[in-house]
């Protein structure tokens, strides 16, 4: 078992910035690939970023390339999101999600991620 716990979210007005955590205990984290997904209100869960077990690579939704930056600490067992410009679109909850892996692979396919967390509100006012 892998657990899953977020942190950082809150209320930001447009164009502001927000990092959220999401700190793993349970199981070996550097064998896991990380995703961030959201979900809001009436909405299916969408994927937002995922970062590689290690290595660094990193994979982002269109809707916040060049805005957000999913980074890991393998050593803190630890996945953030920076997330810069915020728009009211953003604002969902967000949550990060495991998936365990035995090469660099990142998918966004939310079906295909082993563990959740509990997910951290995100708004965004105009």
């Known amino acids: 078992q892998v657990q899953l716990v977020e942190s950082g979210g809150g209320l930001v007005q447009a164009g502001g910035s927000l990092r959220l955590s999401c700190a793993a205990s349970?199981?070996?984290?550097?064998?896991?690939?990380m995703g961030w997904f959201r979900q809001a209100p009436g909405k299916e869960r969408q994927f937002v970023a995922g970062i590689s077990k290690s290595r660094g690579y990193t994979y982002y939704s269109d809707s916040v390339k060049g805005r957000f930056t999913i980074s890991r600490d393998n050593a803190k067992n630890t996945v953030y999101l920076q997330m810069n410009s915020l728009k009211p679109e953003d604002t969902a909850v967000y949550y990060c999600?495991?998936?365990?892996?035995?090469?660099?692979?990142?998918?966004?396919?939310?079906?295909?991620?082993?563990?959740w967390g509990q997910g951290t509100q995100v708004t965004v006012s105009s």
């Open positions: 349970g199981r070996t984290f550097s064998n896991y690939a």
């Open positions: 999600a495991a998936k365990f892996v035995m090469d660099w692979d990142i998918t966004s396919h939310y079906f295909k991620y082993d563990y």
